[in-house]
């Protein structure tokens, strides 16, 4: 069965930093792109983040450029988000989700998706 | 604002059904034949319900279709049950380089 579980959520001040962990089983890790999409409470989904299969190549919503970075560890099946100078705004529950199609380079088709890890920015 | 509009709500009886719009631009549904719906139950992980405008995944119910006509994308759930009330997003690829444009959701009370 393929499965990502997020961990690292957790309650930081306006300004800190915390970084989130996505674990991947059931499937072949290093084939697929794997993002981080976050809903922030009341609201709808937002893509946050992706990164490819070699993990060579990331791509960031403009909301999180310079602030957030991805990156993955094949050999442990893991992909990591760093967040710093947090804002209030980042407050969500974030998810890590499996592109669908094989080391492809945009998708909209996201298969697998983890419970989720909640953020919480606040003083 | 989100990329792709959707109507904030929708609703059904059950055994009823129910059609969920979802409308882009030129530059995504009009042009690609991608486009996801997800279901979402609250403190659940999202589920793809249906991909490329109109296939299912292994395991979701042929009541879930999808469909396109130019720049908008529908979702129709036929045969409502109690347990499809939840929040429904589309998505829709917009080129190489593009992630995840989403729709704002649209609830759906059954």
């Known amino acids: 069965e393929m499965q990502l579980v997020e961990s690292g959520g957790g309650l930081v001040q306006p300004g800190g930093s915390l970084r989130l962990s996505c674990v991947a089983s059931?499937?072949?890790?290093?084939?697929?792109?794997i993002t981080w999409v976050r809903q922030a409470p009341g609201k709808g989904l937002e893509w946050v983040s992706a990164?490819?299969?070699?993990?060579?190549?990331?791509y960031y919503a403009d909301s999180v450029k310079g602030r957030f970075t991805i990156s993955r560890d094949n050999s442990r099946k893991t992909v990591d988000l760093e967040m710093n100078s947090l804002r209030a705004e980042d407050t969500a529950v974030y998810y890590c989700?499996?592109?669908?199609?094989?080391?492809?380079?945009?998708?909209?088709?996201?298969?697998?998706w983890g419970q989720g890890t909640v953020v919480n920015v606040s003083s | 604002q989100s990329a792709l509009s959707q109507p904030p709500s929708a609703s059904g009886s059950p055994g009823q059904s129910v059609t969920i719009s979802c409308t882009g631009t030129?530059?995504?549904?009009?042009?690609?034949?991608?486009v996801s719906w997800y279901q979402h139950h609250p403190g659940k992980a999202p589920k793809l319900m249906i991909y490329e405008v109109t296939k299912r995944p292994s395991g979701v119910p042929d009541r879930f279709s999808g469909s396109k006509s130019g720049n908008t994308a529908s979702l129709t759930v036929s045969g409502l049950q109690a347990e499809d009330e939840a929040d429904y997003y589309c998505?829709?690829?917009?080129?190489?380089?593009?992630?995840?444009?989403f729709g704002g959701g649209t609830k759906l009370t059954v």
């Open positions: 998505s829709s690829y917009r080129g190489s380089g593009n992630w995840g444009v």
């Open positions: 030129s530059r995504d549904i009009g042009t690609y034949n991608y």
């Open positions: 990164v490819s299969g070699s993990g060579a190549t990331t």
């Open positions: 989700a499996k592109d669908s199609y094989y080391d492809s380079s945009g998708s909209d088709a996201f298969d697998v």
């Open positions: 059931g499937f072949t890790f290093r084939d697929y792109v």
